[in-house]
């Protein structure tokens, strides 16, 4: 099965300045010399998927030059392509304005490609997931499109867009930010929230795209979604379902988190530091890759009888201990 992958890295990041003021949100520093981009590729890479483009926009330099450097030379050893593609001149005011006007100005380097499935992923997000599981529900269900979802409380699901599906998991609705969310089937205490992670048949895409193009929508969960849902088979992914290999028990299972304030970066940072942090960076059977900062020790050790921190890339994450708590999309 071939998989193209598009990332979605053009957001300008308001809400992390000044950190995001030189810099793009996705090529911000994580901890330990990984940045948050490095997740979502190591993902696609760990998951077989070894031709990707990222599509960025906002100050694109630092990103351009860490994609070039820590991840375009590994991947051609292995026959791989990854490659940043910038807003097309041509186009009106020469920018991305929106998600899929983005994946629009590009279907024809996707279509190049003949792929089986295209992704679209968010660049902006802390998480594992193996994407070929993911791939592999898509097919069971003859999806047209498939969201990646996850399961969070009621009361804090007007922060996403959010999934109404039937009890077999096929989307019925998608709100972005909605005041009343939509529970699961089954479970009313949680509602799905997409994770901005998408897979599509490629015929499909186009479709939809040149219809979006014809009636001016530019974005992937506010404009595009909303309206295939009710005439084509959308699927909500359960993340929780996901299976990667080598977490440890001390491990939040299903972990993934959204990095777009600057306490939910510290919060994020905070989950990964410890002798038993929520999200392990150090997992051999699915590695974190990028750019490592030969300055930070190889790896911390875990030891039984006292923390020791990950250094984190932020200076205003401060030392509460329970800052990790913080901005967190609890699972129950």
Known sequence: ?????????????????????????????????????????????????????VLAQYKPESLMKHIQTAWAPWLAESDGLIKVLLPRSNTLEGQFKGTADAVYQ??????????????????DHIYRMDVRQMAEFHRSRKAAVSVSALAVPIERARSFGVLKTSAEGRVLEFREKPKHPASIPGDPAHAYASMGNYLFEPQLLERVLREARSRGEVDFGRDVLPRICKSEPVYAYDFAENRVPGL??????????????????????????????RFNLWNSRWPIRGEYDATEPSRTPVLDTEEVPLKAAAPWRGGRKDRHTDERVPTS
């Open 248 to 277: 440890q028990e001390f491990e939040e299972q299903a972990y993934w988190r959204d990095v777009g304030t600057l306490s939910a970066l510290a919060a994020a940072q905070q989950d990964a530091m410890g002798a038993s942090p």
């Open 106 to 123: 590009y279907l024809d380097v996707v279509q190049a490609h003949s792929p089986d499935i295209v992704a679209v992923f968010a660049a």
């Open 1 to 53: 099965m071939k998989i193209v992958a598009l990332v979605l890295a053009g957001g300008a990041g308001t809400r992390l300045y000044p950190l995001t003021a030189e810099h793009a949100k996705p090529a911000l520093p994580f901890a330990n010399g990984y940045r948050i981009c490095d997740f979502v590729l190591s993902n696609l890479v760990n998951s077989d998927i070894s031709t990707i483009y």
